[in-house]
């Protein structure tokens, strides 16, 4: 069974806003996502209450996929963050998704970008 269509599907409920959907339709349980380096969130709940702080704390703009590649159980997706954060600061992040897929879900996602180019919109 090919992850191609979940992985779209995916992202049409991400672009749309709709991230508590989105996890709990494609997202394992026992889902580890983590950011560059730092140490992985293991958990659905806890991921999803993380993604509620975050996306809670700011004022969206636009979350956009630029490109989606499928492989076998892999997809990586390069995702657009604009937003105006809690600070008032209008960011755009430029970064990957790379995930795991087994069984119809994630069970593993890293977010990959560059911190220091992370930057405030002009």
Not at 8 to 26: K, P, T, W, Y
Not at 42 to 67: M, P, Q, Y
Not at 85 to 114: C, M, P, S
């Amino acid at each position: 069974m090919s992850i191609e269509p979940n992985v779209h599907e995916l992202v049409r409920l991400v672009e749309a806003g709709r991230i508590d959907d989105a996890l709990h339709a494609f997202y394992d349980p026992d889902v580890a996502m983590q950011e560059n380096q730092a140490e992985p969130v293991v958990g659905r709940d806890a991921n999803l209450a993380r993604e509620r702080a975050f996306f809670g704390g700011i004022t969206l703009h636009g979350n956009t996929a630029k490109s989606i590649t499928v492989g076998r159980d892999r997809a990586v997706i390069n995702w657009v963050l604009d937003f105006t954060g809690g600070d008032g600061v209008h960011y755009v992040i430029d970064q990957l998704a790379t995930q795991q897929w087994k069984n119809g879900r994630i069970v593993h996602e890293r977010f990959v970008y560059d911190s220091a180019a992370t930057r405030a919109a002009g």
